[in-house]
């Protein structure tokens, strides 16, 4: 008896390491990356505009992907992924561009069809690496087609913004110079001062006390849900394999139908939320991850495994397009690339380190503590949603 407690226990700690392995070679290098690369990216959109920036940040991404294609070896693909993490601002610009917009239906329809756009990038893009990979020709490297295809896209990406992308913030509404979108350093890259979002109090624009504490817990409650969405979503693929022993066909079957399912709910019901009910929905959504996670924690069959997929993939679909939208009514013109750098910022410190404390719970404690714990960990954001209080005009 002891000696098959020790070999689960065996067992438990090499899944583990294994599994911080991975995170550290992959995901977790890129989301601390784009930790640091956010809000620097936003608040340097506040001075030169967002149109300049953007470019640069995709120029980085084309500079990635051809080192991936070329990459021979395992340290050059890992600076590929080093500047192709630091090129990530971009997306944090993306919401910066839909906070511009004066209407704020057009700013929720702008922040759900970003989701709309990650969703479909999430469920074609791995099918098409993983079909690019089975056609590789004799003598050739997988991964080269799927590089090659990722180098294209971003050049068509780069065409695309430099001819048809307008500026969406004029020169009169930008911060007066480089040096005020920098004042303190420590306040874009200390987590703690991100938490506080101590770069927008500064100058003459510094937001209410009202707003910057809505500000505060929004914050608080992007990088909670992320932190927690996150981790189940690594340690899926883990339960799974384990439980219903899904090839990686099945898996792949999965997360297509979560992605679909995420790109119909954003395109057909998150886009046409009213403004001002983005934080009752996300209370909605989030009050449907909690049985989502139960179900799928426990499940003792593939029935009860899809009917918390769907129920995850539903509120997932709403929370980071109404979190989003909601923040990006706080701040003046010239902060939002701050703001919005932020918010993103927060979202990946939760990516890089919400997967290495579910990975440690699920190897050690077993699938089924690892998502009731996710699941009651839930109230925390919805408790400090209650703790949003109406918007001030005065920005």
């Known amino acids: 008896m002891m000696m098959v407690s020790i070999y689960h226990c065996s067992m438990a700690w090499t899944g583990l390491l294994q599994c911080l392995g991975y995170l550290w070679r992959g995901s977790t290098t890129l989301s601390c990356l784009e930790f640091f690369s956010s809000p620097l990216t936003g608040a340097a959109s506040d001075c030169l505009g967002r149109r300049p920036i953007m470019l640069l940040t995709v120029v980085g991404l084309i500079a990635s992907y051809a080192l991936w294609a070329i990459s021979r070896s395992f340290g050059i693909f890992l600076l590929s992924r080093v500047l192709g993490g630091i090129s990530k601002g971009n997306v944090s610009l993306s919401t910066a561009i839909i906070a511009d917009l004066h209407s704020p239906k057009a700013r929720s329809k702008g922040m759900a069809m970003i989701g709309v756009a990650f969703s479909l990038g999430f469920t074609v893009g791995p099918m098409i690496g993983a079909y690019l990979a ?11 087609q799927s590089a090659l295809l990722a180098l294209m896209f971003a050049v068509a990406d780069f065409i695309f913004i430099f001819f048809l992308l307008p500026e969406t913030l004029p ?11 920098f004042q303190a350093g420590s306040d874009l890259l200390s987590p703690l001062a991100l938490f506080q979002f101590s770069a927008v109090t500064r100058g003459k624009d510094s937001p209410s006390r009202e707003n910057l504490q809505n500000l505060k817990v929004l914050g608080l409650v992007y990088f909670l849900y992320l932190f927690l969405f996150s981790g189940l979503e690594y340690t899926l ?44 929905a996300v209370k909605r959504a989030i009050m449907l991850l909690i049985p989502a996670f139960l179900l799928i924690g426990w499940a003792g069959n593939v029935t009860v495994l899809s009917a918390g997929l769907l129920l995850y993939s539903f509120a997932a679909a709403i929370v980071v397009p109404c979190l989003s939208t909601v923040v990006s009514g706080y701040g003046s013109a010239s902060q939002k690339g701050t703001v919005m750098g932020i918010l993103r910022s927060l979202g990946a410190l939760a990516r890089a380190l919400g997967p290495i404390l579910s990975a440690a719970v699920y190897w050690l404690a077993g699938a089924e503590v690892c998502f009731t714990v996710c699941a009651v960990l839930f109230l925390l954001p919805l408790v400090l949603l209650g703790y949003i209080k109406q918007q001030t005009k005065e920005e």
Do not use: D, N, W
Not at 245 to 268: D, E, L, N, R, Y
């Open 237 to 280: 693929s883990f339960l799974t394999h384990q439980r219903f022993q899904f090839s990686s066909m099945q898996q792949g079957k999965m997360f297509f139908f979560i992605g679909m399912t995420m790109a119909v709910i954003q395109g057909g019901y998150t886009r046409r939320i009213r403004p001002g009910c983005e934080i009752k």
């Open 171 to 181: 020169k009169e509404k930008r911060v007066s110079s480089m040096k005020c979108g």
């Open 134 to 144: 089975m056609e590789t020709g004799k003598g050739e490297v997988f991964y080269l």
